[in-house]
């Protein structure tokens, strides 16, 4: 998928094209993910109540890579073994608080609250009725 990504963008881009890459460059930026196993259809992700779960709820496939035995019967990996479908979850909080770390970021991370032009003319999101309706209906969000 990466280097589909990848081969989509300008020659000049600096996107990894291989998950160990990648790893490389958020692990030491101090960026948490969590990687969880998911249905090889995308039915559901084994967390929380179905964690433990070997196959999955609606469709009955394995969660884990099935291998082929010499006599070419097919046997299931046990619970140690690889999954068919992972996915990584980048946690928001602590990628806010890396994007905010910096205070030239957090000025323009903030700058559609600060210094955006408010003369009825669409220059920004924030400028839509659909972001002053989030805004009312949740308004401790938008202060934080």
Known sequence: MLQLLKDMLPKENTLPNRNYEAKKIICPMGMEYKMIHACPNNCILYRKDIELLKSCLRCGLSRYKLKQKDDDTIEEIEKHGPPTK??????????MKHLFANSNNAKNLRWHADERKCDGMYRHLADFIQWKKFDDEFPEFGKE
């Open 86 to 95: 992972v996915m990584w979850y980048l946690p928001i909080i602590p990628r």
